[in-house]
């Protein structure tokens, strides 16, 4: 198994602000080796940890990411919005997250989030990242909904595994899957059926599964052959 079974989604985003340090720290405290976190580019070219293409959900700020600066988002607060308890708590930058992972000895599946972007402006600077800083083998798993954002990573960097993401499994999910040297592929739960997580399985493939936030359906998804399961409540999903 390349993740773990229970993996904190956006860190663990009902316990603590999505896609935040924060949220790196409470996962760990629970005891979660893994977590999934979105990757995404600024104006200036920089790369934060956020879902959105803007900030307003999860930030006190309004505005897209593209149209903002390091600067801008870092003088941002992505906690106060969650709890008092979290204020102050800053917009990391993926350097930050695999600093803090590092440090925790924790691995990260990376999802590359594309929204409006063309591929290049926002998987070359992955590339670079990660070349400048990653996290040991074994511990970096990269995954996006977009085809061509992940065909071009693994261009780039064959050696990282890579997942290929799909809402619903595609008729043609093979192909794609084949096409982009995806060792996983990450499904929605909610659609799933048996059938299909055997059928992927039986073509060589781990599954991993999003957003799972009940013990019954995770044990269900465990018992059909699912290796791990993405949960924003790992206080609630417990293997
Ligand atoms: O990577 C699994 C899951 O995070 C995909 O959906 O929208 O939560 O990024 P989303
Ligand atoms: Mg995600």
Redesign the pocket.
């Known amino acids: 198994m390349r993740m773990s079974a229970v993996i904190g989604?956006?860190g663990a985003a009902q316990l603590a602000p999505e896609n935040t340090l924060a949220g790196i720290r409470t996962a760990h405290a629970l005891g979660l080796e893994w977590v999934?976190m979105?990757v995404v580019l600024l104006g200036d070219g920089q790369l934060v940890i956020h879902?959105d293409q803007a900030v307003n959900r999860c930030t006190n700020g309004s505005g897209e990411l593209l149209s903002s600066t390091l600067e801008e988002i870092k003088a941002l607060d992505a906690g106060v919005g969650f709890s008092k308890e979290f204020a102050g708590e800053e917009v990391p930058t993926l350097k930050e997250v695999i600093d803090l992972l590092s440090e925790l000895g924790m691995g990260l599946?990376l999802?590359i989030k594309m929204h409006k972007h063309p591929v290049d402006k926002l998987v070359l600077p992955v590339v670079e990242a990660l070349k400048q800083k990653s996290l040991p083998d074994g511990k970096l798993l990269v995954?996006s909904f977009d085809h061509d954002a992940l065909k071009l990573f693994h261009e780039h960097m064959p050696a990282i595994p890579v997942a290929h993401?799909f809402e619903k499994l595609s008729v043609d999910w093979q192909e794609q899957a084949r096409k982009v040297g995806a060792v996983a592929i990450?499904l929605g739960q909610k659609p799933l059926k048996r059938s299909q997580v055997q059928e992927v399985i039986n073509e060589g493939y781990e599954v991993y599964c999003?957003?799972v936030n009940s013990q019954s359906r995770a044990d269900e998804l465990w018992s059909w052959g699912v290796s791990g399961v993405?949960t924003d409540n790992p206080k609630l999903v417990i293997r």
């Open positions: 989604h956006r999934e979105d879902h599946n999802e995954s993401l990450n999003y957003t993405f």
